[in-house]
């Protein structure tokens, strides 16, 4: 029974990214004004590369952190549309559709998990509907 | 972790700030004769400085937490360029010289702030739209 | 019309590539006295189940490789899982149908 709902997991998480960087453009687009503002974005990072960035020590004789504090993606600047004169990076079209996409992004894996678990309650119904 | 609600504060904020810059656009636009005011000499063009700030939530844990930020109006700064100075020695404002300095408000570049100001608050209305429709998704998983 | 028996380990979550095929064999082996050749109930139900399989395994790799940001593919993500959940639900119903005849005709002996 453990495993029944593996399948869940890395769309939970894949979920918990798109919104955590929807947070991050949200935050770009406010600034288009603000002087000297540079634009984030965040990208994904493997399960992996968060679980052995939760456990790095910096003293073998200290105890690794528990892969509760894993980030949801790398923040990273982008500076791809160019500056103005007052040092502000935004562009807001570029934003706008980095803004479009996550969420379409963020739509789809949100339906594939409904229908992921259609298909495991189907099969909870002992395959007699609802 | 960063979710709905931080998204949408920052956002408002934005908002916020777009409006204000309007604000001041309108008062540029209204005062771009006058000649007089309280503090003596003509009307001097205004500009809101935004700036930004770390959103104080418990939830800073994650690496994210360093890339969001409220923008706030840290003051409204006045514009100390000299403006237009006219030739008029009948104007009751004309300086000893005969000269009448006018504001140094340029309408045209007025308008043009005001187009900028007026799509960034339209992007921040569509970000939060956005917010919005992926939280509706949410609901719909397992219905 | 000949039928196998009903086996009880007709799951609709068997892991991949497990007793499906081992299923469908025994589903062959088990045919009574006086069965008819050619594409009998064993072979169109054993086949629909291996389908069925195949398509909740790629159906569930499709969503894995959109969540990981592998494709681009909305409509054949959405498409494939469409498909499985049909398919499970036919393969369910044809069992539902079966098992009601085999408790129908239980009942009919006594």
């Known amino acids: 029974m453990s495993n029944l709902f593996s399948v869940i997991s890395p769309l939970h998480s894949a979920l918990n990214y798109h919104l955590e960087r929807s947070s991050v453009l949200a935050s770009n687009v406010a600034h288009v004004d603000t002087p000297g503002f540079k634009p984030k974005d965040l990208e994904r990072v493997s399960f992996n590369d968060s679980f052995n960035a939760a456990l790095r020590v910096t003293n073998e004789r200290h105890m690794g952190g528990a892969p509760t504090s894993l980030e ?33 992004r963020y739509d789809v894996v949100s339906a594939v998990a409904s229908a992921e678990l259609r298909g495991l309650a189907f099969a909870a119904s002992d395959g007699r509907g609802g | 972790m960063l979710g709905t609600f931080s998204a949408l504060e920052v956002s408002a904020s934005g908002l916020a700030a777009e409006r204000i810059r309007m604000n001041t656009i309108a008062s540029n636009l209204a005062n771009a004769r006058t000649t007089r005011t309280e503090a003596g000499g003509p009307y001097k063009r205004i500009d809101p400085l935004f700036e930004s700030k770390l959103l104080d ?59 900028s100001a007026s799509r960034a608050y339209e992007a921040g209305v569509s970000a939060i739209d956005s917010i919005k429709q992926m939280a509706s998704s949410a609901l719909r998983i397992g219905r | ?3 196998g028996p009903i086996e009880g380990n ?30 009998s109930f064993e072979d ?18 499709a969503g894995q490789a959109f969540a990981a940001g592998k494709t681009d593919d909305i409509h054949g993500t959405m498409l494939a899982l469409s498909e499985a959940d049909i398919s499970l639900r036919f393969v369910g119903n044809v069992k539902n149908k079966v098992v009601d005849a085999f408790y129908e005709l239980w009942r009919m002996s006594i």
């Not at chain 2, 409204?76 to 360029?81: A, Y």
């Not at chain 3, 007709?10 to 594409?39: C, H, I």
Request: proline letters at 4%.
């Open chain 1, 72 to 104: 949801n993606g790398r923040v990273f600047t982008d500076l791809s549309a160019g500056g103005g004169k007052d040092g502000n990076f935004v562009s807001l079209d570029r934003e706008a559709a980095k803004v479009a996409a996550n969420q379409m």
């Open chain 2, 57 to 115: 939530s418990q939830g800073i844990e994650s690496g994210a937490g360093r890339a969001v930020s409220t923008v706030h109006v840290a003051r409204i700064v006045t514009d100390e360029r000299p403006g237009q100075l006219v030739y008029d020695p009948g104007h009751p404002d004309a300086n000893p010289d005969g000269y009448v300095e006018y504001p140094n408000v340029n309408v045209v570049e007025e308008m043009v702030n005001m187009i």
């Open chain 3, 1 to 3: 019309m000949a039928l």
């Open chain 3, 10 to 39: 007709l799951t609709l979550m068997q892991p991949k590539g497990t007793t499906d095929t081992e299923f469908v064999s025994r589903l062959k082996e088990s045919k009574t006295e006086g069965a008819t050749e050619g594409t």
């Open chain 3, 44 to 61: 169109v139900i054993g086949q629909a189940i291996l389908n069925t399989n195949q398509r909740v395994h790629a159906a569930t790799e």
